[in-house]
């Protein structure tokens, strides 16, 4: 029997330069969230499924064009990006004090649950016929975390961790020009000479 997972409704998605990983901070209900870390190693082997699933959407929209697939990358990066709405940002769990006397009060404490909070060590990547792309961060001996997303979603989620990859200074080579949705040189207006 597969053991059961928490469903993520919101995430949010920051790399910490103290931890050298991203953590992902998901929403299960309005009181309960999980921390997932997110080491370099393990988003270099998640990220180009991802993109290449949204590949897969291009080629099929632009008909086998490969020049036309670019071009729908490309127009749908740009539509996620403007549609990025910031939020606020999922708390994230506190632990419990070392320090502190051990509450045996049913429901006593707000501190998270140790087994809210892992370092991801697998994740599992799933396709639905529907256009939903599923990750589900296992974890060993408790219930894992599901983050399904559909293309716009995921493009959005990409958008942040690409951002915050470069910053991290991480190698960039596993993210294709269509990624970045920053204003390319070309792109900008060019200032006369005075």
Partial sequence: ??????????VTSIYSDTEDRFRVTGEVNA????????????????????????????RAEGKGDRGQAE??????????????EPQAAVPVPSMPDPNAPI???PGAGASARLEDIWLVKEVDISKSTNGVLTLIFKREGANGAQLSMA????????????????????????WPEWVDTSPKA?????????
């Fill in 1 to 10: 029997m597969p053991t059961p997972v928490d469903k993520l409704q919101r």
């Fill in 71 to 84: 071009l729908m990358q490309d127009f749908a990066q740009q539509a996620a990006k403007a549609r990025l």
């Fill in 151 to 174: 293309p716009i979603e995921l493009r959005q989620w990409l958008i942040i961790l690409h951002s915050q990859w470069l910053q991290a200074g991480w190698p960039a080579a596993i």
């Fill in 31 to 58: 009181d309960s969230t999980r921390c997932l870390w997110l080491t370099q190693r393990l988003l270099m082997r998640l990220v180009p499924p991802m993109l290449e699933w949204l590949n897969e959407i291009a």
């Fill in 186 to 194: 070309s792109e900008q207006p060019i200032k006369g000479l005075h």
């Fill in 103 to 105: 509450e045996t009060t």
